[in-house]
């Protein structure tokens, strides 16, 4: 089988195993307005609520990877999640500098959220430590699960990060282009990592019904993310008048969706479910990494960074 290239006539790319790094990236928001994407709000704070909950959701993703790390023997696997853990750190303080220079400095509180996962974040080691004194066979059992729920959300995120890169519709509307180019950066490398916590699951003996049950948990996380989160951004936006009905969001959601602003949310999270659980579902087998090295090669912020893919 003739593996995938990047342009350019590169080393070929194992789809499975890619190399996997830390990146160091910069953005600078003082330009950026409150709704980055130019006349639609409703769009601009769906994917707002990915920036809040994601600063302490990789956090949490980190501590599950390093809780199974010791038990596993794959050294090249043992290696993807010295990059899987890199790359994370960088994603969590690059989207918590959205929060920070643009929520912020436009009125909109998102403590309340951020608080409470950063407080179960904070509470999870002792809680582990705790089981896993007590009851061995239940911690494991605790956290196949947990590393089941991330590998479901690191399928979704991956697949976000490909239809952002793929989203030329997003350049035609005037986003701005350095939260573009966070987002797709972020997508870039959850393309190139997408495969770390499905093997960390399988090599701690994660097995499908398990896989499955955390899946339909994630599916509602994920739903609560994107919809809760963008009403309770909406509700706390300055420049909207009038009552934020469900049904003047819906209507305006919909808008957004035909303009190609955000992708269809319920066509995705449903849509994804034939494809992530099948049996012999691989990671690698969706998504793409040529294409992901291809945008990271001009990512204006990775450049920066001095990122060099030979």
């Known amino acids: 089988m003739t593996r995938p290239q990047v342009s350019g006539g590169a080393a070929p790319i194992d789809e499975r195993h890619p190399p996997i790094k830390p990146r160091r990236v910069s953005f600078d928001w003082s330009r950026t307005p409150l709704h980055w994407v130019p006349n639609d709000p409703v769009a601009t704070h769906i994917i707002n609520s990915f920036h809040i909950v994601l600063p302490e959701g990789e956090k949490w993703f980190i501590q599950c990877v390093k809780d199974a790390r010791p038990h596993i023997r794959d050294e090249r696997l043992l290696e993807e999640i010295k990059g899987f853990i890199g790359q994370e750190m960088v994603h969590a303080r690059s989207h918590q500098g959205v929060l920070d220079q643009i929520l912020e400095r436009n009125g909109i509180d998102v403590s309340k959220i951020t608080d409470a996962a950063g407080r179960g974040n904070a509470e999870r080691p002792a809680q582990m430590a705790a089981l896993k004194e007590r009851n061995p066979r239940a911690w494991r059992r605790r956290l196949r699960f947990e590393l089941a729920a991330v590998a479901s959300i690191e399928h979704y995120t991956a697949v976000l990060g490909q239809w952002i890169m793929d989203n030329d519709r997003l350049d035609k509307a005037g986003v701005d282009p350095t939260m573009l180019d966070l987002l797709r ?109 291809e945008y990271l090669m001009q990512s204006p912020a990775a450049k920066a960074g001095g990122y060099d893919p030979y």
């Open 185 to 293: 950066w972020h997508g870039a490398e959850e393309v190139e990592h997408r495969s770390v916590v499905f093997d960390v699951y399988k090599a701690v003996g994660g097995r499908y019904p398990t896989r499955v049950a955390a899946w339909v948990v994630s599916l509602f996380f994920l739903y609560w993310a994107l919809i809760g989160g963008s009403l309770y951004l909406l509700k706390q936006d300055p420049t909207i008048k009038g009552r934020v009905s469900p049904l003047r969001v819906y209507r305006s959601y919909r808008r957004s969706v035909r303009l190609g602003h955000v992708p269809g949310i319920f066509r995705l999270l449903l849509g994804e479910a034939p494809v992530y659980l099948r049996p012999d579902h691989h990671p690698s087998k969706v998504c793409s990494t040529p294409r992901a090295l």
